[in-house]
């Protein structure tokens, strides 16, 4: 394992009404390690406890007990979150705005100097694929041309650690494979990424090692490598995991 950016030791979340009194265990114990440099899947059916899960990685929510650490730090520490990156499942963009002002104005909330947001913006949108159209207005693009200009968004401050939400959800298979593509070269960059997806065909295409939620519990992961030599019909290697692992079956 190599240095650990996510750190999450017996993490629990119960959700409780007005009276206190509690109706729903989130997420139920779960630890989890997530390397430098790993591309981390974290999957599962809806209600699982992945979406939970996220926002307490993020500081968004407080744990009932145990333990979230990036970096080594809290997720509400100022310095960890200099050093996170977040694209949520569904982006809100401005649609009068274009791709270069959008990306401006996050280079902005980010305390960019001017010189320095500018320069930023335009190697984000060369790099994903959009200095051709940075002057068009975002209302006029694509599902995929529009979750390019979110993930430029999520880059602007150079992040050690991304989080993608379901960052293939709702989009073509051109779009997927514009942002399985966009994923791959930041892995290859060195970039440490942890990304939910109920897309596991697109998830063993891109993940280094997965994690599987059920009932706000881990039920099986592990490295994608692994679980794909094992598997006899290597093409839906994960996707037969999963689905195993839910059942309580044998990997």
Excluded at 28 to 50: A, E, Y
Excluded at 86 to 99: G, I, N, Q, R, V
Excluded at 168 to 183: A, C, M, N, Q, Y
Excluded at 207 to 224: D, F, P, Q, T
């Amino acid at each position: 394992m190599s240095e650990p950016v996510i750190e999450i030791r017996g993490l629990r979340k119960t959700f409780r009404d007005f009276w206190l009194r509690p109706v729903a265990e989130a997420v139920n114990g779960i630890d989890l390690t997530v390397g430098r440099g790993d591309v981390f899947g974290l999957l599962g059916p809806n209600g699982s406890g992945k979406s939970t899960t996220i926002k307490m990685i993020l500081g968004l929510l407080a744990p009932t007990s145990g333990e979230v650490k990036l970096f080594g730090l809290p997720p509400r520490a100022k310095a960890a979150r200099a050093r996170l990156g977040y694209l949520p499942e569904l982006s809100y963009l401005h649609p009068f705005l274009t791709a270069r002002e959008t990306v401006r104005y996050y280079a902005g909330l980010s305390e960019l100097d001017g010189r320095t947001a500018k320069a930023r913006t335009d190697e984000l949108l060369e790099q994903v694929g959009l200095a051709a159209v940075a002057n068009r207005a975002v209302g006029g693009f694509s599902k995929g041309m529009a979750r390019r200009v979110a993930f430029a968004s999520a880059l602007v401050s150079r992040p050690e650690l991304l989080i993608l939400d379901e960052p293939t959800s709702g989009l073509d298979p051109i779009g997927t494979r514009e942002v399985k593509e966009l994923v791959g070269r930041l892995a290859a960059d060195g970039m440490t990424i942890l990304v939910t997806s109920h897309q596991l065909f697109d998830m063993q295409d891109v993940c280094s090692r997965v994690a599987i939620l059920s009932h706000g519990r881990v039920v099986g992961g592990g490295s994608v490598a692994d679980i794909v030599a094992a598997a006899e019909d290597k093409r839906h290697a994960l996707e037969d995991y999963f689905v195993a692992r839910l059942k309580g079956g044998a990997a």
